[in-house]
């Protein structure tokens, strides 16, 4: 789960982090009552769940109140990355001196959350990362004793001379790592941090991300979730208990089990295909929790032909089947279908399909390369 923004800089504030005042607004009249009570020039800018806002032309200056309505006329519905902009956020324009990167992540490497710092921020870290990786700093947290203070001061030399400044920054790194722990995130940023002309200290960006296995323990987070912002098949897939991850291919996967899901994947590129989604349909899978899986992939235009990869060993083949059969009676199924099962009840499964003038496969490579060839025919 994402935080937006607004939501986000909440946090921040609420850690003692300088962030600029400001309100969120979904309406132009609104964004203009809120520059006039700021007064001044002012930020109009985009909340959804994507990077590159600025880029997009998602965050926009104002001089007036009435432009900031202009503005937020201009953002308000429009798309961004595929997601439409239902909300803005207002807020005081800065003038920037310079823009830094402060973040934390979760290292898989070293199995601990890491901080990273770049003098290069307001920019892609992800590009920053890959073409000159020496501007990024970064200490692994000790999860024993947190952030120390020296760390944090020496991530805060890495951005600035100024010992001014440097105190600052180090006081809004720490500060940083205890909201990521506090709230359980995976992934916390301020992407830029910023320096006034005045040698200030600020955060203009925030984004935050839970995962959503942690959400149980932080209700307060969880609180925060805005359903009308997420893909809406993977809102619905997760109220079925499935795991669905939407993604850009063509070739709609269900599977059982999430390494077979990764795996299938993987197999799917190798034939030269690309995935539609990542699906787990879980252990025991009964035939209805089948039924709405292939109701969520179908709903995805972009697929051409979907495969089953079923490997029965709690989850009995013979659900599965019953799953599909279930399925195919309720709506029509326009794309191809391409079905493997093996394991426990193969033979009872593949039977079900059998009465339905369906087949299987019972091998995985076999039946990833038809699926691949067949959603290739049909593009
Ligand atoms: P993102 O593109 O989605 O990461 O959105 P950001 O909030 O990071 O804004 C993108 C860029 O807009 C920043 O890197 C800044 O250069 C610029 N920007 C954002 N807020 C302000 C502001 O208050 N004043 C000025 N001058 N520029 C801003
Ligand atoms: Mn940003």
Same mark, same amino acid.
């Given at each position: 789960m994402n935080l937006h923004e607004y939501q986000a800089r909440e946090l921040l504030k609420e850690a003692g982090i300088a962030v600029p005042d400001g309100d969120v607004a979904d309406t132009p009249e609104a964004?203009?009552?809120? @520059?006039? %009570?700021?007064?001044?020039?002012?930020?109009?800018?985009?909340?959804?769940?994507?990077?590159?806002?600025?880029?997009?032309?998602? +965050?926009?200056?104002?001089?007036?109140?009435?432009?900031?309505?202009?503005?937020? %006329?201009? !953002?308000?519905?429009?798309? !961004?990355?595929?997601?439409?902009?239902?909300?803005?956020?207002? $807020?005081?324009?800065?003038?920037?001196?310079?823009?830094?990167?402060?973040?934390?992540?979760?290292?898989?490497?070293?199995? %601990?959350? +890491?901080?990273?710092?770049? &003098?290069?921020?307001?920019?892609?870290?992800?590009?920053?990362? @890959?073409?000159? &990786?020496?501007?990024? #700093?970064?200490? @692994?947290?000790? &999860? %024993?004793?947190?952030?120390? $203070?020296?760390? $944090?001061?020496?991530?805060? #030399?890495?951005?600035?001379?100024?010992?001014?400044?440097?105190?600052?920054? $180090?006081? =809004?790194?720490?500060?940083?790592?205890?909201? #990521?722990?506090?709230?359980?995130?995976?992934? =916390?940023? !301020?992407n830029p941090l910023v320096s006034t002309p005045e040698g200030t200290v600020k955060a203009l960006d925030a984004k935050l991300g839970v995962d959503d296995n942690e959400l149980g323990r932080k209700p307060k987070i969880e609180?925060?979730?805005?359903?009308?912002?997420?893909? &809406?098949?993977?809102?619905?897939?997760?109220?079925?208990?499935?795991? #669905? !991850?939407?993604?850009?291919?063509?070739?709609?996967?269900?599977?059982?089990?999430a390494g077979l899901a990764m795996a299938t994947m993987d197999l799917v590129k190798y034939y030269g295909g690309d995935p539609a989604n990542f699906l787990d349909i879980g252990g025991s899978s009964n035939p209805q929790k089948v039924v709405t899986a292939l109701e969520i992939i179908t709903r995805d235009k972009n697929v051409k032909a979907i495969l089953f990869n079923i490997f029965g060993g709690i989850t009995r083949c013979d659900d599965v089947a019953n799953g599909i059969v279930t399925a195919l009676d309720q709506t029509e199924i326009k794309v191809p279908l391409v079905i493997r099962l093996t394991g426990t009840n193969e033979a009872e499964g593949i039977k079900i399909l059998e009465d339905r003038g369906l087949s299987a496969l019972t091998d995985m490579d076999d039946a990833v390369e038809k699926a691949v060839a067949m959603a290739k025919e049909a593009a």
């Open positions: 964004v203009e009552k809120i @520059a006039e %009570r700021l007064g001044g020039k002012v930020v109009v800018k985009a909340q959804v769940h994507a990077g590159g806002r600025g880029k997009a032309g998602g +965050v926009k200056l104002a001089d007036t109140a009435a432009e900031a309505k202009e503005h937020a %006329r201009a !953002i308000l519905g429009m798309e !961004i990355k595929g997601l439409t902009v239902e909300k803005v956020l207002v $807020a005081p324009a800065e003038d920037i001196a310079t823009e830094s990167y402060v973040g934390v992540i979760v290292d898989r490497e070293s199995q %601990r959350a +890491v901080v990273m710092v770049s &003098p290069e921020g307001g920019v892609d870290i992800e590009e920053v990362a @890959a073409k000159t &990786p020496e501007k990024i #700093f970064k200490v @692994a947290v000790d &999860p %024993r004793y947190g952030l120390l $203070a020296h760390e $944090a001061m020496g991530l805060a #030399f890495e951005l600035f001379d100024d010992i001014k400044l440097v105190r600052q920054a $180090a006081g =809004i790194i720490s500060k940083l790592y205890q909201v #990521f722990v506090s709230s359980g995130a995976s992934l =916390i940023e !301020i609180a925060l979730r805005d359903l009308s912002s997420e893909d &809406p098949s993977e809102v619905d897939a997760r109220e079925a208990g499935l795991s #669905f !991850i939407k993604l850009d291919g063509n070739v709609g996967c269900c599977v059982n089990g």
